[in-house]
């Protein structure tokens, strides 16, 4: 699939998004956001320190923005991976495939985003979390910018410890009761009480989207309708989330492991000039993650 992370993500213009989003829109690139907007569940819903928030549904996103691409008449190459760069001085005259293709071309944009891979999940995080990225299946994230000799920068969650979990989960619907279901649908949130002796504050600290650790979240399961229920919390222990009522028998449909851990991010970063090019590159330009220590989809257009 194309899309990355942004298959478990969903919230879309939520507090200052909602002014990126139009602004997006009125520089004639709003594309991706026009096709997140289309595929909408809910529009407008408010969730602590969230403001009309829009989401997409995680499930119907992928092939909606793999056919606009293709309708662009751009190829998408799937199930290949790049594992490193043909340099002459400081310019990228090609990229190697793991199949041993080599692709020439003249300007290249670095997108592999900030995330894993598994070696990284287990050195910051709690080991691999089987998250969408698939890092066993597909193999891991390969930095280019780094294969062509210029560091990464990365992001401390705190001093001297690297990354950031991701920090939500999804929860199959099917697994949960049928009032909650039914309510989640309806309104497109959630928010149920913590039992008093699982709250953990500490664990706020530790997750990317750090305007958003508040202690509501602590105190508080909350779920959001993205297709699956979407658990806003970057791991939750499953006997824990069990003692809450309409979740008795609840699973995690992402990270499979969500009961221990999540992702790691931020550890893949690109030094880079405002008009995106690589500092010390002649012909390879970053976006997304890769760019810049940013939270969501929309800082990633
Ligand atoms: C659980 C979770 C929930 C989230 N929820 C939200 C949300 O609700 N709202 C929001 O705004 N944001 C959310 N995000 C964040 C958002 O998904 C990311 O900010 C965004 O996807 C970053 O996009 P990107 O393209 O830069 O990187 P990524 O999405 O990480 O994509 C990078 C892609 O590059 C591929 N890749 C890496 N190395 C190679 C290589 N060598 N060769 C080929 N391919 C390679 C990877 O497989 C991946 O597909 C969430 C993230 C997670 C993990």
Redesign the pocket.
């Known amino acids: 699939m194309?899309?990355?992370?942004?298959n478990?993500?969903?919230?879309?213009r939520n507090n200052g998004?909602y002014t990126a989003s139009e602004e997006l829109m009125a520089l004639g690139c709003g594309d991706l956001i026009n096709i997140t907007d289309e595929n909408s569940r809910h529009k407008n819903i408010d969730f602590p320190g969230h403001k009309h928030a829009w989401l997409y549904d995680v499930n119907t996103i992928e092939p909606a923005v793999r056919d606009y691409v293709r309708s662009m008449g751009i190829k998408i190459n799937l199930i290949?991976?790049?594992?490193d760069v043909k340099k002459d001085g400081n310019k990228i005259k090609g990229i190697y495939l793991s199949d041993g293709t080599y692709v020439e071309g003249d300007v290249f944009i670095e997108?592999?985003?900030?995330?894993g891979p598994m070696g990284n999940c287990l050195r910051y995080g709690n080991g691999c979390s089987m998250?969408?990225?698939r890092c066993p299946a597909?193999g891991p994230?390969?930095s280019?910018s780094q294969r062509a000799g210029i560091d990464d920068l990365q992001g401390e969650r705190k001093e001297d410890v690297l990354g950031a979990f991701?920090?939500?989960?999804k929860l199959s619907k099917d697994t949960m009761s049928k009032e909650l279901v039914d309510e989640l649908e309806k309104t497109g949130v959630l928010v149920l009480k913590v039992p008093k002796e699982d709250i953990n504050l500490d664990k706020l600290q530790i997750k990317?989207c750090q305007q958003y650790a508040l202690r509501e979240f602590a105190e508080n399961i909350v779920v959001l309708d993205?297709g699956h229920a979407?658990l806003m919390t970057c791991y939750y222990p499953l006997e824990k989330l069990r003692k809450i009522k309409g979740l008795e028998k609840v699973k995690y449909v992402?990270?499979y492991a969500g009961g221990k851990g999540?992702?790691v991010?931020y550890l893949s970063v690109a030094p880079r000039t405002d008009d995106m090019k690589i500092k010390g590159l002649d012909n390879m330009f970053c976006?997304?993650?890769?760019s810049g220590l940013?939270?969501?989809?929309?800082?990633?257009c």
Do not use: Q, W, Y
């Open positions: 194309i899309l990355g992370l942004g478990v993500g969903g919230i879309m998004r290949s991976r790049v594992i997108t592999t985003g900030s995330t998250c969408i990225l597909f994230r390969i280019l991701s920090g939500s989960c990317v993205t979407k992402d990270p999540n992702s991010r976006a997304g993650e890769k940013f939270v969501g989809h929309t800082e990633a």
